[in-house]
């Protein structure tokens, strides 16, 4: 087995199509890298639980764990859910906790290929980005620091030559945070964007999604979740590897 085992931690939903989502997801990451023993742990809704995975692996006599959140910003899973049930892990595990997978030039790039998608899919050309205004569709935060995320992917993606850029949120609008997917779409068209596109900035299908493609409805493209992409197989590699390295080489953080 090469390293530590890597634990993906996802929310979990109703919707079975989440699920699926998120095994497609660590089937390619295990593809990318054949020997690495890669587990998948759900806070909520789906089996297995993460509380269950640990369990299971302390008995199989696992010492090693990495911890990945499958979350794209750190807010309240991130800094609370996830942190207290790894808390309760089986003493004998060494769990490393790693960072979320936002920010990174990984997820725009993924962003970016699921436009692209979306564009073909409607019949347009690559080119036709510099007359097309995006709606950045998150799921929504109370959190100031993943609120200032979404803002400067927003940013970033707007350099790779979208006409413009908006954020929006999935679920109602928060002081201090972005509108809606349908007012975002509406404040495009007012500025008088020739084409609106919608892509949501969340890795699975699910209640928030959902809420987001009908908020896409007066827009001329809807782009697909982030899902299985290879770009974003890759991102969960490049957590595992840092938390890693942190693990070994202590003295370069506090350097």
């Known amino acids: 087995m090469y390293g530590p085992v890597l634990l993906v931690i996802a929310h979990g939903s109703r919707d079975p199509r989440h699920a699926a989502t998120v ?40 010492r090693e764990v990495v911890a990945l959140p499958l979350l794209l910003t750190r807010a309240f899973h991130a800094k ?7 808390d309760q892990a089986p003493p004998q595990l060494d769990i490393r906790l790693a960072d979320v997978l936002g920010p990174s030039p990984l ?25 097309t205004g995006v709606v950045l569709a998150s799921a929504g935060s109370t959190d100031p620091e993943a609120i200032a995320v979404i803002a400067n992917v927003a940013r970033e993606l707007r350099h790779t030559g979208w006409c413009a850029v908006r ?31 919608v892509a949501p900035y969340v890795i699975a299908p699910g209640f928030l999604p959902d809420r987001i493609a009908r908020g896409a409805e007066g827009a001329d493209v809807l782009a697909d979740v982030l899902g299985a992409a290879p770009e974003l197989a890759r991102l969960l590699l490049v957590r595992y590897d840092e938390a890693r390295q942190r693990a070994r080489c202590p003295q370069v953080l506090s350097a």
């Open 23 to 62: 095994h497609a997801l660590v089937r390619r990451v295990r593809s990318l890298r054949p020997g690495l023993r890669v587990e998948t742990g759900f806070l909520d809704f789906n089996a297995p639980a993460v509380p269950r995975v640990l369990e299971r692996l302390a008995f199989e006599g696992v």
């Open 80 to 86: 609370s859910d996830i942190p207290a049930v790894l």
């Open 107 to 131: 997820l725009l790039s993924t962003v970016e290929r699921r436009l692209q998608e979306a564009l073909y899919e409607a019949g347009l050309a690559p080119a036709d980005k510099r007359s």
């Open 167 to 197: 954020p929006a949120f999935a679920s109602a609008v928060f002081p201090g945070g972005y509108p809606r997917t349908e007012d975002a779409v509406r404040e495009l068209r007012a500025s008088g964007v020739r084409r609106v596109a």
